[in-house]
């Protein structure tokens, strides 16, 4: 089946795997990136796994790493890691490396827990929420409204001067930091071995049933991902920055590549016979309309406030943002804290205590917003 | 060369922080020659973008240490 669909895609899309990475490439600098995208959704599809994304894989790390005990997500996911060293290669060719930090450091990380609980509760990130509407999921309709919302608002506190503060160059080294831990973590999914009967992985823990333990081959993961972290490092594909730009400045160039983004997996799904609309029975998605709205309006709120989505975050970080880089590891402490914590939604429903979740985190970035603006 | 009536510092900031800054300092002076420094890798196709769509120019783009100099004129 996979190869059947790899083989369709290619013909669709015309060219390999190489081919593709090339075409990507040369179009995302030439700043053509709807044609850039239509490449990655293409390379997303060719990877069924590829439908969860940045959010929900930094959960099943979280996971991995024990920070909690939900045994169905947990996998060291290889495509973070990818992605962290796609950006820093890209960043590193084209000189774009720069070691900064100091922009309120510990609000950040704050903001990635409630980016991560928002998520949670939702079940997916910006990328992933435009997937599922790609997908015919009706459901992600109110986190992408939520979303849009939750921007919004964001973009009022920058409307009014709001500012995290000024962030200061750095020595090499402080910049590498996310880039040498993406590299450990693969070096862990490497040479640990694993036990499919215990769950682990060595020292880590591994699902062996549910979403953590369904997953693309590892050098696909990983090619997948350091291919996407080079596409997005170069364009700067931002889901937020997107609406960002919309509300604030009515530029849509960032707007076109999500559109292009969404159209192309649209495209891709019905070809590939994946289109399902309704609300109920949609993969890794609950019907709870209004927290699913709720749970995007913190986390796209908390984005706006810090600059990106989390896709963006993880690039930043690899580009040698030390602030962005405290905003993942937030968003990697939340992850855990929410399954051992009940805030996080299955496809059962809201967790025991999404609803506070939510709620504590929209709250906390109303505050970060208030309390951070500067204008006279 | 005209002179610079106005210099906007915006190390340190990330976007859309340069951009509205800038778009401020625009608006407030109607004509005149603005110098934005930005490090925000972003920053510099969006303060062209906000520039041109404010009606203003860009003139000059150079870069330094990572630091980018745009120079912005509306006559």
């Known amino acids: ?177 996310i880039a040498l831990a993406a590299l450990v973590l693969l070096a862990a999914r490497f040479f640990l071995s694993p036990d499919p009967v215990a769950g682990t992985l060595g020292w880590l823990m591994a699902s062996v049933k549910g979403p953590g333990a369904a997953h693309a081959p ?75 709205f709720l749970g995007m309006v913190a986390s796209g709120l908390a984005f706006a406030l810090a600059g990106g989505c989390p896709g963006r975050q993880l690039i930043l970080a690899g580009e040698g943002d030390g602030d962005s880089a405290v905003f993942v590891l937030g968003m990697l402490v939340a992850a855990g804290l929410a399954h051992t914590m009940g805030w996080a939604s299955s496809p059962a429903g809201l967790g025991p205590n999404g609803m506070a979740a939510t709620l504590v985190a929209l709250g906390f970035c109303l505050l970060v917003g208030v309390m951070n603006l500067k204008k006279a | 060369m005209a002179e610079i009536t106005k210099i906007v510092d915006a190390r340190g900031l990330s976007c859309p922080q340069p951009v509205l800054i800038a778009s401020d300092e625009m608006a407030a002076l109607e004509t005149g020659r603005i110098e934005v420094l930005t490090d925000c890798g972003a920053s510099p196709e969006n303060v062209g973008r906000a520039a041109k769509a404010a009606g203003w120019r860009l003139v000059s783009s150079s870069e330094d240490k990572g630091t980018v100099r745009l120079v912005l004129e509306k006559p």
């Open chain 1, 218 to 292: 590892l050098f696909i993961s990983l090619a997948g991902g350091l291919l996407i972290g080079v596409l997005a490092q170069r364009s700067r594909f931002c889901t937020m920055g997107a609406l960002r730009d919309l509300f604030l400045f009515k530029q849509t160039h960032l707007l076109s590549g999500v559109l292009a983004f969404l159209v192309v997996a649209f495209a891709a799904n019905l070809v590939l016979g994946q289109f399902k609309p309704g609300f109920t029975g949609q993969p890794i998605a609950h019907t709870d309309g209004l927290w699913n």
């Open chain 1, 1 to 177: 089946m996979y190869s059947s669909r790899a083989e369709l895609l290619t013909r669709t899309f015309g060219g390999g795997y190489g081919q593709c990475l090339r075409r990507a490439f040369r179009h995302s600098r030439n700043g053509r990136n709807h044609r850039a995208f239509r490449r990655i959704a293409a390379v997303c599809r060719q990877s069924r796994q590829y439908g969860d994304l940045r959010g929900l894989r930094l959960r099943d790390i979280a996971g991995s790493l024990g920070l909690h005990q939900a045994a169905v997500v947990q996998y060291l996911r290889p495509e973070i890691p990818g992605f962290i060293l796609g950006s820093f290669v890209a960043a590193l060719m084209t000189g774009e490396f720069r070691a900064r930090a100091g922009s309120a450091p510990a609000t950040r990380f704050f903001l990635g827990m409630c980016a991560m609980a928002g998520a949670l509760v939702f079940l997916g990130c910006p990328w992933r929420a435009f997937l599922r509407l790609a997908g015919g999921d009706g459901n992600a309709l109110f986190g992408v409204a939520g979303l849009a919302v939750g921007v919004f608002i964001g973009t009022r506190f920058f409307k009014g001067g709001f500012s995290l503060g000024r962030a200061q160059g750095q020595s090499w080294s402080a910049g590498v930091m």
